[in-house]
């Protein structure tokens, strides 16, 4: 067994740190051929989310430089990442993708979409063959014991994630949802989870701004979903100012949402633009 896993997470690392290390799934499939290809490494998987960015590898010796691997491949110094990083290996690489994988190590504990994620970034891995008998076993036994985890003890008894999470929180403030118009930003597998559950919480309108416009609505399956969400082409058009600041963001490279939007959102609502708010954004 020489497993070896190197990573940043949202306990480790702050937003800033993590999107610099983050992929985008359309970058995956070369990631997960250049880590196996690494000196060292003999099958590697990489997991991209919101919250952590981990390289999963079999290695040769059992001490691959991981270290050097993200160096080389993200263009930074690893003295800026050393703060930051978690490594792990042998049994105790395999007992935190266990965690990963049930949910155990997620932000909101017990929230169904990390296994989701894992298994997309094991089935990415393995269709450029990059996965071979070894984290084959590893993954399918995760797998594996996260559906046991959900159904034999009470992790998996509430339905939650990042996204209800946020719609709660949303709903503590404002004290209903109901008729409420709502801004998201981002219309990505997080975004329609959010959007479901405003829907569900009797939300009159749901506007939905993206970097690109044609994507910018969650899929529309029924008709009281295409009139509640309204896909818009900015966030700066008037719509968005009337509406409750709630929302969830993609990393992008350049600021989608800026200062003057929500200092002008904020005084149609009860809550007033921080003073720490950097001035130039």
Not at 71 to 98: C, K, N, W
Not at 220 to 248: F, G, I, M
Request: proline share 5%; glycine share 4%.
């Amino acid at each position: 067994m020489r497993f070896q896993l190197i990573g940043v997470n949202h306990n480790s690392a702050p937003v800033e740190m993590r999107e610099r290390l983050a992929i985008p799934e359309s970058s995956l499939p070369d990631a997960c051929r250049d880590l196996a290809a690494h000196p060292g490494i003999e099958e590697g998987i990489v997991i991209s989310t919101c919250n952590r960015v981990e390289f999963v590898t079999h290695t040769t010796n059992g001490a691959a430089n991981l270290r050097g691997f993200l160096r080389e491949h993200f263009r930074v110094q690893t003295r800026e990442l050393e703060p930051h990083l978690y490594e792990y290996r042998e049994e105790d690489a395999v007992r935190h993708v266990f965690r990963v994988a049930s949910s155990l190590d997620s932000m909101v504990v017990g929230e169904a979409q990390i296994l989701g994620q894992v298994k997309e970034a094991y089935a990415t891995a393995r269709a450029v063959g990059a996965v071979r008998a070894q984290l084959e076993q590893l993954f399918v036994r995760a797998f594996a014991v996260a559906k046991r985890v959900r159904t034999e003890t009470a992790v998996g008894s509430a339905s939650v994630s990042i996204a209800s999470v946020a719609v709660e929180l949303a709903k503590k403030i404002f004290g209903t949802l109901q008729g409420k118009t709502v801004f998201i930003v981002g219309a990505g597998k997080m975004s329609e989870l959010a959007a479901c559950h405003l829907m569900a919480h009797g939300c009159a309108a749901i506007f939905v701004s993206n970097r690109t416009y044609e994507p910018s609505a969650p899929k529309q399956s029924s008709r009281a979903r295409s009139k509640t969400l309204k896909p818009v082409s900015n966030p700066d058009c008037t719509h968005s100012t009337s509406s409750q600041p709630l929302s969830r963001c993609k990393i992008i490279s350049k600021p989608f949402v800026r200062r003057r939007l929500i200092a002008y959102a904020a005084v149609s609502v009860r809550f007033r633009p921080s003073r720490n708010l950097p001035s130039k954004l």
